[in-house]
Each structure stands twice: as C-alpha cells, then as structure tokens.
Nanobody
Framework: QVQLVESGGGLVQPGGSLRLSCAASGSIFSIYAMGWYRQAPGKQRELVAT???????NYADSVKGRFTISRDNAKNTVYLQMNSLKPEDTAVYYCNAFAPPHDYWGQGTQVTVSS
C-alpha cells in the first residue's frame, strides 16, 4: 500500500505561480512513477505530468514550458511547480503513484486561477 498526501493548492491570479507537493509513505520501494493529474468540472481527469524513478519526465502539451515536475527522494516527495497559470488550469489536482500493477491516488487539492 502507498499513501499520498497532497498540499499547496489555492487561489491565484492569472499569471501567478503555485507549487504542489505530494508526500508518499508506505511501500514506496514499489513505486515506478509518480505524477499529477487534474480534473476540471464536467471534464475527465487528465494527465498533467509524470516522473519515473529514473527521473524521466512527461508533460501534457497544455502545460509544457509552464509546469515543472520534480522529486526529492530523501523526502519521498514529488512537486509540481506551476508558473504562468491560466484560468483553464483551474481544477482539482490529484497526485498519483504507479506501483505495478497498482495505481494509488491522493485526495486531491483545488487549484483556482481567477482574478
């Protein structure tokens, strides 16, 4: 089992920045990749960014150049630095851990981009 706890969401103006954190605990040795997904009202959950245990990253086209995913292995924590935020980035952001064959999810954190 893997437990994920997210933090860092909130309200920010367009063009602003936020950093999300996701702390993992439990069977962390089994994790192959971690990532962030988001779900806006009335829409399906979508991938934002992922990072593997080897450090390879992948981003949705909509966030490339604005968001950066990183990890601190000593703290078992993954971060999502979000810059140049747009109103369309408004969503609940979920942390994910892929520990084959299982997927684990955090509780979600709200990000609202509005003036």
């Amino acid at each position: 089992q893997v437990q994920l706890v997210e933090s860092g969401g909130g309200l920010v103006q367009p063009g602003g920045s936020l950093r999300l954190s996701c702390a993992a605990s439990g069977s962390i040795f089994s994790i192959y990749a971690m990532g962030w997904y988001r779900q806006a009202p009335g829409k399906q959950r979508e991938l934002v960014a992922t990072i593997t245990s080897g450090g390879s990253t992948n981003y949705a086209d909509s966030v490339k150049g604005r968001f950066t995913i990183s990890r601190d292995n000593a703290k078992n924590t993954v971060y999502l630095q979000m810059n140049s935020l747009k109103p369309e980035d408004t969503a609940v952001y979920y942390c994910n851990a892929f520990a084959p064959p299982h997927d684990y999810w955090g509780q979600g954190t709200q990000v609202t981009v509005s003036s």
